[in-house]
């Protein structure tokens, strides 16, 4: 039996402009997993969210939940809640009060209301804030009622777009260990949305990559990292290297006049790549052991590593994380291993949804 709570089969959005938001999107959701929506602003994100929780209607393709389709189903019938980014708090009313309210339009009574809130506060660790007004709430502590909120009438689904956006780096790095334990505590189904792509590498089970209405790849955070599936994601998600050059045969790859072992096999001999390199895979080495060599531009202290900008003989920009510090303007070798790199066809991302990405489904 499957357990998917939601899904979205074959859905287009156009808005009354004529423009289309969401192009032959097809999603699967299964119970208890965490779920990010990834992709730069105006991608279709917030467009996702708004199909699945009835706030906006979809122009064609089916929205399914627990197996039935709830097109026609009004928002407020169906069974999931949102956080929003700005986290959509009552300011007329208190802490006890916003939590409640899910519960209170429901009739549920008084005694029932006044446990849940607690537990859900206990949930969000402010149990001790039920009498205080909205007003008097740090913003990290205003996102966590609108999450005690939205959990207070136990839904299925949590839909969450950009719930950590207005907080500071620590505060957000802090919540996002909390969202993911809270998700896990739960056990419902989180789609969360963000264009962090650290935020959602960190948290997920599962990542949408979303650019101009399209799911382009989904999979695991390694996945998603380690094989990008084409140059958009591979850019969009952490730092690469991305170098032009063709298969030579199996195994064997040809870039900046060199031949180097791969780990890549299947495509046609002098077929068109691109290769991509992580910069914390790349090792700094002396020009006669580096594979390829490159100029020191400049170097920036990160505290745990040193980014490293150098360039090759072609022109080519190479970013390299380093735990050693090198000399501006010195020549370095770059040392790689066949499993460092990643190949990707070239123009792949015209290739939608082809046989690598189904290798994905389950
Ligand atoms: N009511 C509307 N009418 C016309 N176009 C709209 C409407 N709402 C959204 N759009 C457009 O649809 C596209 C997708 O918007 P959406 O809000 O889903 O993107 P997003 O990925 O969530 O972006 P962000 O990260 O900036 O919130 C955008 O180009 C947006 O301008």
């Not at 609108?146 to 950009?162: F, G, S, T, W, Y």
């Not at 957000?172 to 189904?189: C, H, N, V």
Request: charged fraction near 25%; hydrophobic fraction near 40%; glycine fraction near 6%.
């Amino acid at each position: 039996m499957s357990n998917t709570i939601v899904e979205l089969k074959d859905v287009y959005k156009t808005y009354d402009d004529g423009f289309t938001a969401l192009k032959d999107i097809s999603i699967k959701l299964n119970q208890g997993e965490f779920y990010t929506l990834l992709g730069p602003s105006g991608s279709g994100k917030t467009t996702i969210l708004q199909a699945i929780a009835g706030f906006t209607e979809v122009t064609s393709g089916e929205v399914l939940f627990d197996g039935k389709r709830i097109n026609d189903i009004p928002a407020n019938q169906r069974q999931l809640n949102t956080v929003f980014q700005d986290y959509a708090l009552f300011p007329n009313m208190n802490v006890f009060e916003n939590v409640a309210f899910g519960l209170v339009v429901h009739n549920v009574k008084k005694a029932e209301i006044e446990q849940r809130v607690h537990d859900a506060l206990k949930m969000v660790q402010l149990e001790k804030y039920a009498t205080r007004e909205i007003s008097e709430l740090s913003g990290g502590q205003q996102q966590r009622i609108a999450i005690a909120r939205a959990i207070i009438n136990r839904p299925k689904v949590l839909l969450l777009d950009e719930p950590l956006s207005a907080l500071d780096a620590k505060l957000r790095k802090d919540m996002q260990y909390e969202l993911r334990e809270l998700q896990q505590q739960l056990g419902i189904t989180f789609l969360f949305v963000t264009h962090d792509q650290e935020e959602a590498l960190a948290m997920s089970d599962e990542i949408f990559v979303m650019n101009k209405g399209e799911i382009l790849q989904k999979g695991d955070p390694v996945d998603i990292y380690d094989e990008p599936i084409n140059h958009f994601v591979a850019d969009f998600i952490g730092e690469s290297n991305i170098i032009p050059g063709k298969m030579v045969a199996d195994y064997q790859v040809a870039f900046l006049g060199h031949q180097f072992e791969c780990s890549d096999a299947g495509m046609r001999p002098n077929e068109p790549v691109e290769v991509v390199i992580r910069p914390e895979d790349l090792v700094i080495t002396s020009p006669e052991k580096g594979k390829i060599q490159v100029k020191v531009d400049t170097q920036l202290f990160r505290g745990d590593y040193y980014e490293i900008l150098a360039y090759d003989e072609q022109g080519n920009e190479w970013l390299i994380h380093s735990t050693n510090a090198t000399k501006d303007d010195s020549v370095v070798g770059l040392a790689f291993g066949p499993t460092d790199m990643h190949i990707m066809r070239y123009n792949e991302s015209e290739a939608k949804f082809n046989s690598r990405l189904e290798s994905y489904e389950d």
